[in-house]
Nanobody
Framework: QVQLVESGGGLVQPGGSLRLSCAAS????????MGWFRQAPGKERDFVAA????????YYTDSVKGRFTISRDIAKNTVYLQMQSLKPEDTALYYC?????????????????WGQGTQVTVSS
């Protein structure tokens, strides 16, 4: 069992930065691929980024490439999403999720565990 708790969201001006954190509990955390998804009001939950268990592979949706960076600290059981050059269209509820090695990291379906989300609002 893995429990996930996100933090770090908030209100930021366009062009600003935020770092989201996802603290995981459960001794098998290191075995999981970790992902970040986001959901804007009235829209579906979309993939943002993912990182494999050893950090060897990372995945990003096109709209955040070059602006967001996903990383993980296995010793701290924490995954981070560093967001820079934020745009109003990045406004959403951001979720952290965990999955085992099976299934694609790009889609929400294979993820077994989800956090409650942290709100990111980009506005002047």
């Amino acid at each position: 069992q893995v429990q996930l708790v996100e933090s770090g969201g908030g209100l930021v001006q366009p062009g600003g930065s935020l770092r989201l954190s996802c603290a995981a509990s459960g001794r098998t955390f290191r075995r999981y691929t970790m992902g970040w998804f986001r959901q804007a009001p009235g829209k579906e939950r979309d993939f943002v980024a993912a990182i494999t268990w050893n950090g060897g592979l990372t995945y990003y949706t096109d709209s955040v490439k070059g602006r967001f960076t996903i990383s993980r600290d296995i010793a701290k059981n924490t995954v981070y999403l560093q967001m820079q050059s934020l745009k109003p269209e990045d406004t959403a509820l951001y979720y952290c999720a965990a999955k085992d090695a099976s299934g694609s990291p790009w889609y929400a379906g294979p993820y077994d565990y989800w956090g409650q989300g942290t709100q990111v609002t980009v506005s002047s």
